[in-house]
């Protein structure tokens, strides 16, 4: 996934965005102004009075919007920022109560594959082989076959410590808290999924969209008598911040999408692999991923 991290955006990007709206709101306030001056149609001119109530009115529904989104957003953000913290309980308890090398190996390495399985699941993407160098060969075989990847191979980490419980490798304790440790990743999964399968309700969106439409169609026709051919000059800005303010609305409430905008699913998966690897005295560690163009996978 993407995050901007720049401070500015790049007008090649707010054109790509924002661009075909901006030129909609410019043809149409020129042709307002063309029929109003030379075909005559002064019957297009619109009191001034007849857009502030519905401006007002839009103004708090496209808060609403955002608002919305933006707790969608950040709810996403909050709970990968848990799943992060809870890995590194996992591998710190992994490594403080498991002694066998190659045992702590097997545990933090799954657990590496659980988390890149988990964003792999939220971007719908089925392309499983960067999971395969955690994994034994027999293991990502029978588990790239799940029709719920995470879930298979979190149910695998779990039997997996009560067999080095009953082996007297891990004590009752031990697999208690690392049982409860999975726990809340499961949470974590769900609450992901519940962001990911369940929408804002659609007729805020709607509502919002038709009107903002509706408003920009009648701003030029409020502004044409006073302001002739200078007319898009004021109704265009205005309609690009309506457009923009509708747009990141709905950019926002959906943030695992792999845009530009969506939580950093990729760095984040990089940072539990890199914490989990130096904490198992692994030399040889991936680099952390850095932003490119001012964008964090």
């Keep these: 996934m993407l995050l901007i991290v720049r401070k500015y955006l790049k007008l090649s990007v707010v054109a790509r965005v924002q661009g075909a709206k901006v030129l909609f709101a410019l043809a149409w306030a020129l042709l307002i102004v063309f029929l109003h001056d030379e075909a005559g149609w002064t019957w297009l001119s619109v009191p001034n009075a007849a857009v502030g109530p519905m401006a007002t009115a839009l103004a708090i529904f496209l808060a609403f919007h955002n608002n919305g989104s933006y707790d969608r957003w950040w709810e996403a953000r909050k709970q990968w920022g848990a799943l992060v913290n809870w890995s590194r309980n996992f591998g710190r308890q992994v490594h403080s109560m498991i002694l066998a090398p190659e045992l702590r190996t097997e545990l933090l390495h799954r657990h590496v594959a659980v988390v890149n399985a988990i964003r792999l699941h939220l971007r719908r993407q089925t392309d499983l082989s960067e999971l395969a160098p955690f994994l034994t ?9 799940a029709q719920h990847l995470p879930m298979s191979l979190l149910n695998r980490q779990g039997t997996r410590v009560r067999e080095l419980q009953r082996a007297g490798t891990l004590s009752e304790f031990g697999a208690m808290q690392l049982d ?3 726990n809340e990743i499961v949470n974590v999964l769900g609450a992901c999924e519940r962001i990911k399968n369940t929408p804002l309700p659609r007729q805020y969106e709607y509502y919002t969209r038709l009107f ?29 911040l309506f457009f923009a303010l509708n747009g990141i609305a709905a950019i926002n409430e959906d943030p695992f999408e792999n845009r530009i905008q969506d939580t950093p699913m ?17 030399k040889e560690l991936p680099a952390p991923l850095a932003p490119v163009d001012g964008y964090l996978m």
């Design 266 to 282: 990729s760095a984040l998966c990089r940072t539990i692999e890199i914490n989990l690897r130096e904490l198992n005295g692994e």
């Design 137 to 145: 060969a027999e293991e990502f075989a029978q588990h790239r076959a």
């Design 180 to 182: 409860q440790s999975l």
């Design 212 to 240: 903002v439409y509706f408003f920009v169609l009648l701003l030029p026709a409020t502004m044409v008598d006073a302001l002739d051919w200078r007319t898009p000059l004021f109704t265009v800005p205005t309609s690009f």
